[in-house]
């Protein structure tokens, strides 16, 4: 397979590899990959979870109760946190 990147995308993949812990772009796409087959599963996991979540912000919106963008990072992190027990 042939794979053309975009600039902006060559210039990650070299910075990656002179980072030195991948020795081909091939190594590099693997684990990106790996990565995005980890987070399918944790949305399929957490599908219900991420639902009802997405629908407690969509009524504190109506209810003009609005959280700070630090609020939502704090949040991520727990949810993150629970997720890899």
């Given at each position: 397979m ?6 902006e ?77």
């Amino acid at each position: 397979m042939e794979l053309t990147l975009t600039p902006e995308s060559e210039e990650r993949l070299q910075r990656r590899l002179s980072e030195g812990r991948w020795k081909s772009p091939a190594e590099v796409m693997e684990t990106a990959l790996d990565i995005l087959d980890d987070l399918d599963d944790v949305i399929v996991r957490n599908r219900e979870e991420l639902e009802a979540a997405i629908q407690v912000g969509i009524e504190s919106a109506e209810n003009e109760r609005l959280y700070t963008a630090e609020e939502v990072r704090t949040h991520l992190a727990e949810v993150r946190a629970q997720s890899q027990r």
